[in-house]
């Protein structure tokens, strides 16, 4: 069955340190894939998405993310973390047999002064 | 502007009652969705459409019901036999219903059993 797993549940980094969040899914085919964020109470902002091509995917304020076939995964990655970075992250897939696009259980990412 | 317009943004039911959430688009998309979230769960699928007048259960159908008669409107009804409904309800659009668009979402709508 087509999945999304997110292995962390929740990351604490500090203020203008590194950010790496995991992102894994199952099922063979390669899907198209997306990075989601949401502010607490909020609908989901779209960061970034990968469809074919270079696999290394450049969003929206300072996000990038990997696609790695070999280890089916696509990480979300950002330099130097901002306090307002600060939020639930999502992953999702969507295999083109389906229509549907399935997503992780999320990243609660708090960021510390 | 463009966009999602999810309403109430807050909304109480008593046990037994059957709710019903808005969601309206002007963003011309003929696919839209509706997930619910709980916490550690991530986003589940409740009712997708892909085109007016059609629509397809997703993951967790049960105990809620769409309707389409319009290319911008989708509004979702709780009903009673949904078993735990208290959740945060996710109206979205997209393009099509094809895999590769990108699913826009509104605010959001908090449903609480009272």
């Known amino acids: 069955a087509q999945s999304v797993t997110q292995p962390d549940i929740h990351i604490t980094v500090s203020e203008g340190a590194s950010l790496e969040l995991r992102c894994n899914y199952s099922?063979?085919?390669?899907?198209?894939l997306f990075w989601y964020v949401q502010s607490p109470g909020q609908g989901l902002q779209l960061l970034l998405k990968y469809f074919s091509g270079d696999t290394l995917v450049q969003g929206i304020k300072g996000f990038e993310a990997e696609f790695k076939r070999s280890q089916s995964s696509f990480n979300l990655r950002k330099p130097s973390v901002h306090w307002s970075d600060a939020a639930e992250y999502f992953c999702?897939?969507?295999?083109?047999?389906?229509?549907?696009?399935?997503f992780g259980q999320g990243t609660t990412l708090q960021v510390k002064p | 502007d463009g966009g999602i317009t999810q309403s109430p943004k807050y909304l109480f039911r008593k046990e037994g009652q059957n709710v019903t959430l808005s969601c309206e688009q002007n963003?011309?998309?003929?696919?839209m969705y509706w997930y619910r979230q709980d916490p550690g769960q991530g986003l589940r699928l409740i009712y997708y459409s892909q085109i007016v007048n059609d629509f397809q259960k997703g993951d967790i159908a049960e105990g809620y019901s769409v309707s389409r008669e319009k290319k911008e409107s989708f509004p979702l009804t709780v009903t009673s036999a949904q078993k735990n409904p208290t959740a945060f309800y996710l109206c979205?659009?997209?393009?099509?219903?094809?895999?590769?668009?990108?699913?826009?979402f509104g605010e959001g709508s908090w449903l609480t059993v009272v």
């Open positions: 999702a897939a969507g295999w083109s047999n389906t229509g549907k696009l399935i």
């Open positions: 099922y063979g085919a390669t899907p198209y």
């Open positions: 963003l011309n998309h003929d696919a």
């Open positions: 979205a659009s997209s393009i099509d219903g094809t895999s590769g668009n990108t699913i826009y």
